[in-house]
């Protein structure tokens, strides 16, 4: 079994900054590529940010520059710092965590930004 825990979030104002975290645990032999994804409601998931085993990263045009994404592979952990949040960065963040046995989510954290 994988047991992929989010923690962090919660709410702040327009500026502000958050870090949300994500352990993956278990069943695991190897893990390839980390990522956070956002579903802000009545929207599609986005893919928000990704971080590779080589730990090199790919972000959605609309984070570059505030979010930064990184992993402590020994913790299977991977964490995103978000900084100079948006009103419009609301939504549910959800990191993931590809294996060899398939792609596994985080339960979901709600980030808020309001004034």
């Known amino acids: 079994q994988v047991h992929i825990v989010q923690s962090g979030g919660g709410m702040v104002q327009p500026g502000g900054s958050l870090r949300l975290s994500c352990a993956a645990s278990?069943?695991?032999?190897?893990?390839?590529?980390m990522a956070w994804l956002r579903q802000a409601p009545g929207n599609e998931h986005e893919l928000v940010a990704t971080i590779a085993s080589d730990e090199s990263t790919n972000y959605a045009d609309s984070v570059k520059g505030r979010f930064t994404i990184s992993r402590d592979s020994p913790k299977n952990t991977v964490y995103l710092q978000m900084n100079s949040l948006r009103l419009d960065d609301t939504a549910v963040y959800y990191c993931?965590?590809?294996?060899?046995?398939?792609?596994?989510w985080g339960q979901g954290t709600q980030v808020t930004v309001s004034s």
């Open positions: 993931t965590v590809n294996l060899l046995t398939g792609r596994y």
């Open positions: 278990g069943d695991i032999f190897g893990i390839y590529v």
